[in-house]
């Protein structure tokens, strides 16, 4: 490479450089705890044979407890119940209620 090749190579480097060292460095994300929170809801309609529900609550150290149901066309119940600690992620507990009839008054 001739000289005035080295040169604009050098010169292209220092510019980089002191872009990359005037960037402002990425903003550090606070940590904030956890914010405790529950919710719950229901759907029932006999008409159409609906029949589904969720509900999940966490408290103050992100512990999350929760479960869903929900009514299978062959008539069983799938209830779902799970668990979220630490590391140990999505932790589900699954049942099935064969023959469930959750419109009939019993």
């Known amino acids: ?3 005035i090749k080295w040169l604009m190579c050098a010169v292209a480097l220092v510019c980089v450089s002191i872009r990359y060292a005037n960037a402002a460095p ?13 919710y719950k809801y229901d759907v029932e309609d006999p008409e159409k044979e609906l029949y589904f ?23 069983r119940l799938m209830i779902v119940e799970y668990t979220v600690e630490g590391d140990s992620g999505f932790v589900p507990k699954i049942s099935f209620q064969e023959n469930a009839n959750p419109f009939t008054k019993g």
């Open 1 to 3: 490479m001739t000289s």
């Open 26 to 38: 990425a903003p550090q994300e606070e940590e904030y705890p956890p914010m405790p929170y529950e």
């Open 53 to 75: 529900g969720a509900n999940e609550a966490s408290d103050a150290q992100g512990k999350v407890i929760g479960g869903y149901r929900v009514l299978l066309p062959d008539g």
